[in-house]
């Protein structure tokens, strides 16, 4: 990713990007911060599986995506497409998953169409 695409991904998720002296820094204090960037990373990323090549790669989350709501109703973003679902009215998916596993939400329409690709057959 360019610093370009970077500055953009930050703009369009409402991150603000920290500027750190590091010359001046003590190593508890780097420790700390890098600490702080995986959480941040942890929220604005997850892993996508290819169902081909049986590799993951980095995926920037839509917006309002989550794997977990306490309130079924919460209306949150596609992890794939972004469109606007329900929570209880969610899949979760077998290719967008936090660094853990979890499957993040998604629409019905990705979840048959990407998701289950390799195991529904075109026909």
Avoid at 21 to 41: Q, R, V
Avoid at 51 to 72: H, V
Wanted: hydrophobic letters at 35%.
């Amino acid at each position: 990713m360019t610093g370009k695409e970077w500055s953009k991904l930050c703009k369009e998720h409402g991150v603000v990007v920290i500027d750190v002296n590091h010359k001046n820094m003590t190593h508890e204090d780097a420790i700390k911060f890098f600490d702080l960037l995986n959480t941040a990373m942890d929220y604005a990323f997850a892993r996508k599986y290819d169902l081909e090549t049986d590799q993951y790669e980095d995926y920037a989350l839509p917006a309002g995506a989550t794997y977990y709501e306490d309130d079924m109703n919460k209306k949150i973003a596609c992890c794939e497409c972004g469109k606007e679902i329900t929570y209880g009215a969610s899949y979760t998916s077998r290719i967008i998953l936090d660094k853990y596993g979890f499957g993040y939400a998604v629409c019905k329409e990705c979840y048959f169409k990407n998701d289950l690709k390799d195991i529904v057959k075109k026909g």
